[in-house]
């Protein structure tokens, strides 16, 4: 009975939030709807670095491919052909 109830004592803290609050509340719907409306749109947006980061997986991916139609292609010579023999199996000497 003789304790302080906990409520009654503020923190600075609290104060502090407090007076912020108010200040917020003082300010017009639309001045607030209009700052809500630009942190979510700063917060959403795709920043460069995502940019980038796809772009690079795109060109890894067509280099790949690159890579791998060139090595298929560059190892389908048959080193047993004569240079000097056509497809068909006829020299042309």
């Known amino acids: ?4 109830d906990a409520s009654t004592t503020k923190l600075p803290v609290d104060q502090y939030r ?3 609050g108010k200040q917020d509340y003082k300010k017009t719907k639309p001045i607030l ?5 630009k942190a979510e749109a700063k917060k959403t947006a795709i920043g460069i670095k995502e ?3 796809v772009l690079a997986a795109i060109l890894a991916l067509l280099l790949a491919l690159y890579a791998y139609f060139y090595l298929r292609m560059s190892t389908d010579v048959d080193p ?3 240079p000097n023999e056509d497809y068909l199996g006829n020299n042309e000497e």
């Open 1 to 4: 009975m003789g304790r302080k």
């Open 18 to 20: 407090k007076q912020i």
């Open 33 to 37: 709807r209009a700052t809500k409306l």
């Open 51 to 53: 940019v980038g980061l």
């Open 80 to 82: 047993d052909l004569d």
